[in-house]
């Protein structure tokens, strides 16, 4: 039962992640750069660092007793998973919604699962007395021995189909609707290019999460048997996500002179900031039910955590898109391509829950 309920916590983040950008289409008026630090604001700072002096008692104690390595490693991380969410937008910008999506969500898939459990080895964190590749083989031999391995490759194998289907049907999708948006800046090299750039610095999470868990390890220590205790790693990881984002906007801001809104009285202001830091707050949910998800799954099993996440959040966002009214209009052929998709990820999370109990 304790993997099945990881499981479904891990899915309940995907549920966040994929609707925090539903309060976001209340904000009025506002410039995209005012919107995003408001939400960013409360997504990278308030809401993790609030919720990690809730869940997770002598917080700053379990920091100061942080080796320097699993502190600073995630915060850089952090920054560049902040660059991964830049380039991203603008993998959507050159390729549109389906490619510019699926290309880079994929890439960041494989990444943060195949690669989170062997980067504390590549950065010397992990001991490794008879050497980094002896160490990465055994770590290789512990994520796919035997049958559960199988069956491990087999569910990263049907997200990745899953991903891509999907973004085949976002790309169906942008054609019937006769989508100009995305497509009238439509540039393959420079699309590809800042798609694995966007798939490669967005797994930055993972790894900034996989270098912290000495500081989980210590919170664990000081509150035995916690399911709160990734929450520490996630508010000094989200801090260098901020900075990157903080930087950016403000950039913005000064080019665009956008400083106004934030007291712009013409603008429904008490609600646009309402909206914006509650999307802010849900989309910080999602890594709170993850990180409590990643406890009660195997622990040699926590790398899939992003696999369900990941795809978890396609099949969330897509349905949450069909009730909304962004299907609307698409043919027959679109939506079975979709749920096509969506099939292939639930199965691969149903096979995750088949590998925990092998």
């Not at 290309?103 to 960041?108: E, I, R, S, Y």
């Not at 868990?213 to 929450?231: E, L």
């Not at 008490?270 to 999307?279: I, K, P, Q, S, T």
Request: net charge positive; hydrophobic share 55%; proline share 4%.
């Amino acid at each position: 039962m304790g993997a099945i309920a990881g499981l479904l916590l891990i899915m309940t983040g995907g549920l966040a992640s994929g609707a925090f950008y539903l309060p976001l289409k209340y904000v009025k008026n506002w410039s995209w750069e005012t919107g995003w630090i408001i939400q960013g604001m409360s997504a990278w700072i308030l809401a993790p660092w609030i919720v990690a002096l809730i869940t997770v008692p002598s917080l700053f104690a379990i920091i100061g007793e942080t080796p320097a390595s699993s502190f600073w490693l995630p915060v850089l991380f952090g920054f560049g998973w902040g660059i991964g969410g830049l380039t991203w937008g603008l993998s959507i910008r050159y390729l549109g919604i389906g490619l510019g999506n699926s290309l880079p969500l994929g890439l960041t898939s494989a990444l943060s699962t195949l690669l989170s459990p062997l980067v504390p080895i590549l950065v010397g964190q992990t001991p490794a007395p008879e050497g980094i590749g002896a160490a990465l083989s055994v770590q290789m031999n512990l994520m796919f021995a035997g049958s559960r391995g199988l069956i491990v490759l087999g569910s990263i194998a049907l997200s990745l189909a899953g991903i891509g289907i999907a973004g085949w049907a976002a790309s169906l999708k942008e054609k019937d609707l006769k989508a100009a948006e995305g497509q009238k800046d439509f540039n393959l090299k420079k699309g590809l290019l800042v798609a694995l750039v966007a798939g490669i610095m967005s797994a930055c999470f993972a790894f900034g999460e996989a270098t912290g868990k000495s500081m989980a390890d210590i919170a664990n220590a000081h509150n035995p048997g916690t399911i709160w205790k990734y929450n520490a790693v996630y508010a000094v990881l989200l801090i260098g996500g901020f900075a990157f984002n903080f930087i950016y906007c403000t950039v913005l801001l000064i080019r665009n002179r956008s400083f106004a809104d934030f007291s712009n009285r013409h603008t429904p202001l008490r609600m646009n900031y309402l909206f914006a830091l509650l999307a802010g707050a849900v989309w910080f949910a999602q890594f709170v039910f993850k990180g409590m998800g990643t406890t009660r799954v195997p622990s040699d099993l926590g790398f899939l955590s992003w696999t369900i996440l990941f795809s978890c959040v396609i099949v969330f966002s897509n349905l949450i898109g069909i009730l909304t009214g962004e299907w609307k209009g698409v043919s027959k052929r679109t939506i079975a391509t979709l749920m096509a998709g969506l099939l292939l990820l639930i199965a691969s999370v149903a096979l995750v829950g088949m590998a925990s109990n092998v």
